[in-house]
């Protein structure tokens, strides 16, 4: 098995760096194993047309927000913390993609979808999910 957790896969910020990732776990496993995401569905219904910034933490000491360029598929998080005296920022560009592409994905790599989940828990994938995770198994040869 192998495996990605917590958004790791939009780190790797273009199509072609996420194709390769893929194609690389595949290489990893054996007939039968397992390639495991876990990652965000891209969060674009929560979006007012028009707008690029998403909050997804505003409390007192802390600001996080992400903007997303919609037309290029990628967003940069944004993180403020202050407080003891102390201002800290830290900013991450990321590549958001839909599950139906990381299907793709997994197909060129020689992965099928097994099952998907919108969490840990295992339940149910629905279209109010905003997280999912997902498990492609190797094919076998030939």
Not at 40 to 58: D, H
Request: net charge negative.
């Amino acid at each position: 098995m192998a495996y990605l957790v917590y958004n790791t896969i939009e780190n790797l910020t273009s199509q072609d760096e996420q194709v390769a990732c893929f194609v690389n776990a595949g290489r990893h496993l054996e007939p039968g194993g397992c390639f495991v995401v876990e990652v965000e569905v891209p969060p674009l219904r929560r979006l007012s047309p028009g707008e690029t910034a998403l909050p997804f933490n505003v409390t007192p000491d802390r600001v996080g927000f992400d903007t997303i360029d919609v037309a290029r598929q990628r967003g940069v998080s944004h993180h403020y913390w202050v407080g003891a005296g102390r201002a800290e920022t830290f900013s991450m560009p990321f590549r958001y993609a839909w599950p139906a592409e990381l299907d793709l994905m997994a197909r060129i790599a020689g992965l099928r979808l097994r099952e998907r989940w919108s969490g840990w828990h295992r339940d149910p994938f629905t279209s109010e999910s905003m997280s999912h995770v997902s498990v492609w198994e190797k094919l076998p040869a030939g």
